[in-house]
């Protein structure tokens, strides 16, 4: 993805504000938004590790699909946009989870997270994804309490408020 890409300008409060370019979003900290679609199958969850060249968290783990959303896109179709570019996956119904705001080491981030079940192949988008692979809740559980495992800063946001709303309840 270029640094010229238009994505969504969002306000602290949520609203879509206008546009601007990836990189000056990027370089300004200005808020944004992104959809984060959390892929499981039975009890595991599927993780993957980030390319070492991605503009922000290179080389770091994730547990959840996405990516900025676009000037003129909805998160929603943001959703289906990354889950079938990262991982190749379509056809399959998305459930919304929640909407979670992050200020992270100079990220300013609305997170909308969905998750789907699927039990199918799947096909990593080689430019984004280095590898990737199921791990159970408890398993990846396990390596967050590591703080030497390298795992998104938004992310991490993400599972554990997804932790608190569905598993631990």
């Known amino acids: 993805m270029g640094g010229d890409e238009l994505v969504a300008m969002y306000s602290a409060e949520g609203e879509v504000v206008g546009s601007t370019t990836r990189r000056r979003m990027r370089a300004e900290g ?7 679609i959390l892929v499981r199958s039975g009890d595991r969850v599927y993780v993957h590790r980030r390319t070492d060249d ?3 968290f290179p080389g770091m783990h ?21 889950l079938a570019e990262e ?9 919304p989870l929640f909407t979670a705001s992050a200020d992270v080491d100079g990220t300013r981030i609305h997170l909308f997270a969905h998750e789907v079940w699927w039990d199918g192949d799947i096909v990593l988008q080689e430019s984004e994804i280095a590898w990737g692979g199921w791990m159970t809740f408890a398993e990846l559980r396990s390596k967050l309490a ?4 390298p795992f998104v800063p938004d992310g991490r946001i993400a599972i554990e408020e997804f932790f608190r709303r569905e598993l631990d309840r």
């Not at 200005?30 to 984060?36: D, I, K, V, Y």
């Not at 590591?146 to 495992?149: G, I, L, Y």
């Open 62 to 82: 994730d547990c959840w699909a996405g990516g900025v959303v676009a000037a003129g896109e909805t998160p929603w179709d943001c959703a289906e946009r990354e």
């Open 54 to 56: 991605k503009d922000v």
């Open 87 to 95: 991982l190749g996956i379509t056809g399959v119904p998305l459930v």
């Open 146 to 149: 590591d703080p030497s495992w």
């Open 30 to 36: 200005l808020w944004h938004a992104a959809s984060a």
